[in-house]
């Protein structure tokens, strides 16, 4: 560390601290000044010389240099214009991508559409059809995809760093791969370091899409391409994942006064933000109260108020991500030949594991005979038409956790973002809702042109689903996964047309079969063919 790089304010404070000055004077030059702050700090502590005073002034010294990351300069939150258009390519494959699942029947098979852009090994084209052949269980396409861009993904680019659907593709693969990696013994020699550098690029690369500059971001863009706000949300999702999942390896790397779960509770209200911005959730959102339920877990003799962790954690996540960047520009993530082929061999062998079959309900017999006998032969979806292309670009029904997650932000109405936050309430916000009854109460009064799918009775059985005897926003309601919870459904009142709302059966109307995460098209009767109401 050099002092001559610190401006004069830093300098004042940096000899306030008793030694501070020669120990940056002895690290090295590429180190960032808030790691040697951290480790200064943690020095002086072990050594049980740390007090109040010099804890303030370090961390003064902390808030300042955040505040140069933040500045429009800082190579976190700003782009050369040079590299930052979109390629005509990119633009190209989201036009034939378009016209495959909104045209399908008149398109090229997706095979088609697969080998004609295969050979570029652009890292957001394979990022999205990776995406796509996942929900349709393509293992052997998704495998050919990751193996031909592996390495682009860890080295260094100018051009990448900013071009903003290569940084969100990077972003969305590394984290893929840290998923393969979660019972894996991280002192293992090679994995260890694979998933260490995985874990690095992730992080940086998803704040990199979070921190994207706003006047480059067409926040409120309704086509596909990133970076929106819907892009920033799944990518605050994925942060929070990837540093819960992964918090051993990230104990050393957090800004000393930070924690892992600090920084979490700073996403998830930083997620909330961005929500309730888009109308996309109320001010209960389940972001908001995920970060007010993770805040009251910590020790509350250890943490900052509540509004501080939030502001501070941002700053620190930055920070984080900044350390990060200049190992990153040094290509210190690259990987070797020995651990591409690891790491290569790795995801071969987990997308084999992932050819197995659904785990289906122990007492799928007796669910599948209740409906049968009761003349019961499809579940009902209804939603706008204006979701269709995101539906059909997903390849199924997604839950409202995971269109965010996906960076899809679903056309909905005011009643509906209210139901959203009675979700979040019961912890459903990760179930896409199917009725029994074909007319729902909910659609009578919509505006807007609406849809209706067709689901096949068989998600019933898929072993995370679950049944409620009204709609599960009723504070009263009842849900549970087995036959016994299915059985307290009111079948007279989903099979009627009850109008009268004071009619006690009415409620019973809006049961609700409630399926995990993700409705594959394979299950959906008319998923080319909707029925307008």
């Not at 930070?258 to 909330?272: C, E, M, P, R």
């Amino acid at each position: 560390m050099k002092l001559k790089d610190l401006d004069y304010l830093e300098l004042i404070h940096v000899y306030k601290v008793t030694g501070l000055a020669e120990f940056l004077s002895s690290r090295p030059d590429t180190e960032d000044f808030g790691e040697s702050l951290d480790l200064y700090r943690k020095q002086l502590k072990n050594d049980d010389k740390l007090d109040e005073d010099t804890d303030k002034t370090i961390r003064g010294l902390h808030l300042r240099h955040n505040s140069k990351i933040i500045r429009d300069d800082s190579p976190i939150c700003s782009i050369n214009p040079h590299y930052s258009d979109s390629s005509s390519l990119i633009e190209k494959f989201d036009s034939d991508f378009s016209k495959y699942y909104s045209e399908a029947t008149l398109y090229p098979p997706l095979d088609y559409l697969v080998s004609k852009y295969v050979d570029a090994q652009n890292v957001y084209i394979n990022m999205q059809l990776i995406d796509y052949l996942s929900n349709k269980n393509d293992w052997d396409s998704v495998y050919m995809l990751f193996h031909q861009i592996l390495d682009k993904l860890f080295e260094y680019s100018i051009p990448a760093w900013n071009q903003k659907e290569t940084c969100f593709g990077i972003a969305m693969l590394s984290s893929n791969i840290l998923s393969f990696f979660e019972n894996i013994d991280f002192k293992d020699e090679v994995y260890g370091n694979i998933v260490e550098k995985t874990i690095c690029i992730a992080y940086l690369f998803l704040t990199r899409v979070i921190c994207w500059p706003e006047n480059h971001s067409e926040t409120y863009r309704v086509d596909f391409l990133p970076i929106t706000f819907a892009h920033r949300i799944c990518a605050l999702l994925k942060r929070i994942d990837v540093i819960d999942k992964f918090r051993d390896l990230f104990a050393d790397s957090i800004p000393d006064l930070s924690t892992v779960d600090t920084l979490i509770v700073s996403d998830y209200y930083f997620a909330h933000e961005l929500s309730f911005a888009l109308k996309e959730q109320g001010r209960k959102s389940e972001f908001k109260r995920d970060a007010w339920n993770k805040y009251h877990t910590l020790d509350r003799t250890k943490v900052r108020p509540y509004s501080t962790c939030i502001s501070d954690g941002k700053k620190d996540s930055l920070e984080l991500a900044y350390r990060f960047y200049l190992k990153h520009i040094r290509d210190e993530y690259k990987l070797s030949d020995e651990q591409f082929m690891a790491l290569d061999d790795r995801i071969a062998k987990v997308l084999l594991k992932k050819q197995t079959k659904t785990r289906y309900k122990e007492d799928s017999e007796l669910i599948l005979d209740f409906f049968h006998q009761n003349g019961i032969e499809c579940f009902y979806h209804f939603t706008e038409k204006e979701n269709l292309d995101s539906i059909r670009r997903a390849g199924g029904l997604f839950s409202q956790h995971g269109c965010l997650e996906h960076s899809i932000i679903p056309k909905t109405t005011g009643e509906m973002r209210y139901l959203r936050e009675k979700d979040a309430g019961f912890f459903l916000e990760d179930y896409v809702r199917l009725s029994i009854c074909e007319r729902h109460p909910l659609i009578e009064g919509r505006t807007g042109d609406l849809v209706l799918f067709k689901v096949k009775v068989d998600v019933a059985v898929i072993d995370s689903t679950l049944f409620s005897d009204r709609d599960a926003a009723d504070d009263d309601h009842q849900h549970g996964p087995n036959f016994e919870d299915l059985k307290k459904i009111h079948l007279n009142a989903v099979k009627s047309q009850i109008s009268n709302k004071n009619d006690p059966e009415y409620i019973f109307m809006q049961a609700e079969i409630m399926v995990k995460s993700f409705i594959p098209q394979k299950y959906i009767i008319n998923f080319d063919n909707p029925i307008s109401l």
